[in-house]
């Protein structure tokens, strides 16, 4: 008698369980046609990262930058880093970030960002001349002046246009349509992409990108 009992118990919690299991089911099919009754994945995705009607593509690219920022961007941060001390290359990506002055002029203006238009333009001039062209950020050492890091991609967004679908492209920062017609714009307002020699710039921002990238790849 006791191990027809078991038996049977057993028989009723895994019914019980199925139960259960098929009620969670139903409810998370019912938050999937109804979004207003709660989150559900694909919900918090798309509200999260946005809609991705070019998943396909967009994981391809995903996967050339990465595998280029693996193979590529690896050996040759470590081969240039052995050549160049660390405070060169420091060095040298705040000569970039200095050249790079005029788009976020233009897009502080554009965003009424008025204190951050003239904080920029202050850093150009005193990193122009005390920092000698840039390589030294005396406006930040000495006077407290901090970067706004504006871009085009933050101007669009204040003036109310949308992000658009998820968009990848190789080297590009940009991930939806918004961000990469903004890192269009930035090449365009940027010095150095009309300065001789910019290939060493671009080199070094390539290190630079590189020793932020492998950090965050490691640690997801």
């Known amino acids: 008698?006791?191990?027809?009992?078991?038996?049977?118990?057993?028989?009723?919690?895994?019914?019980?369980?199925?139960?259960?299991?098929?009620?969670?089911?139903?409810?998370?099919?019912?938050?999937?046609?109804?979004?207003?009754?709660?989150?559900?994945?694909?919900?918090?995705?798309?509200?999260?990262?946005?809609?991705?009607?070019?998943?396909?593509?967009?994981?391809t690219m995903f996967t050339v930058n990465d595998?280029?920022?693996?193979?590529?961007?690896?050996?040759?941060?470590?081969?240039?880093?052995?050549?160049m001390p660390r405070p060169a290359i420091n060095a040298m990506e705040r000569v970039c970030l200095n050249l790079e002055w005029p788009a976020r002029f233009i897009t502080t203006l554009g965003s009424a960002e008025w204190k951050g238009c003239w904080d920029e333009t202050c850093r150009f001039f005193i990193n122009t001349t005390l920092g000698i062209a840039g390589i030294f950020d005396v406006a930040e050492w000495w006077f407290d002046i901090h970067s706004t890091e504006s871009d085009f991609g933050q101007?669009?967004?204040?003036?109310?246009?949308?992000?658009?679908c998820t968009f990848v492209l190789p080297f590009c920062k940009g991930t939806n349509m918004r961000d990469t017609v903004g890192f269009i714009f930035d090449c365009a307002?940027?010095?150095?992409?009309?300065?001789?020699?910019?290939?060493?710039?671009?080199?070094?921002?390539?290190?630079?990108?590189?020793q932020a990238y492998a950090p965050i790849v490691k640690g997801s």
């Open 1 to 59: 008698g006791i191990c027809i009992m078991k038996k049977y118990g057993t028989l009723a919690c895994l019914l019980l369980l199925l139960c259960l299991l098929t009620a969670c089911a139903s409810d998370r099919i019912c938050l999937e046609q109804d979004p207003s009754l709660g989150w559900y994945p694909t919900r918090v995705e798309n509200e999260l990262a946005g809609p991705d009607p070019l998943e396909g593509f967009n994981r």
């Open 189 to 210: 307002f940027d010095i150095k992409t009309y300065l001789p020699y910019t290939y060493l710039a671009t080199l070094n921002r390539f290190v630079v990108n590189q």
């Open 67 to 83: 595998f280029c920022m693996e193979w590529i961007a690896d050996p040759v941060a470590r081969g240039y880093g052995s050549i």
């Open 155 to 164: 101007m669009f967004a204040i003036w109310g246009i949308g992000p658009g």
